[in-house]
């Protein structure tokens, strides 16, 4: 049986048998879709792929502590960018504005 590895609600990596749903970019704790633009052009350059990480869903993203990306979660970018700009540069509370504006 093949395993995979996602990265958990902790931020730490855990061994899987299911795919995860959404990939992410560790260096700038961004999360996005598998069908990314920017990402897969990064992927074919030769770029990115170390760094690589992978989620179950994306509320595991979020609680993790990534964020969306710009290109390919353009419905979600927006209201992260207002949840960090309402918490006046706390993190754990642009988080949890994040969730309710996503509905989480």
């Known amino acids: ?15 899987s048998e299911q795919k995860g749903t959404f990939g992410g970019y560790k260096p700038d704790k961004i999360y996005g ?5 920017s990402a897969n052009r990064a992927i074919a350059q030769g770029h990115y792929v170390q760094h690589r990480v992978f989620f179950a869903d994306e509320i595991t993203a979020i609680e993790a502590g990534y964020r969306p990306c710009a290109k390919c979660m353009k419905e979600r970018y927006p209201l992260w960018k207002q949840a960090e700009g309402q918490a006046a540069g ?3 509370h642009a ?6 504006l996503c509905g989480y």
């Open 90 to 92: 706390n993190k754990k």
């Open 1 to 15: 049986m093949k395993m995979y590895t996602l990265i958990g609600l902790d931020g730490k990596p855990y061994q």
């Open 33 to 37: 879709c598998f069908d990314c633009p």
């Open 95 to 100: 988080l949890q504005i994040y969730r309710a």
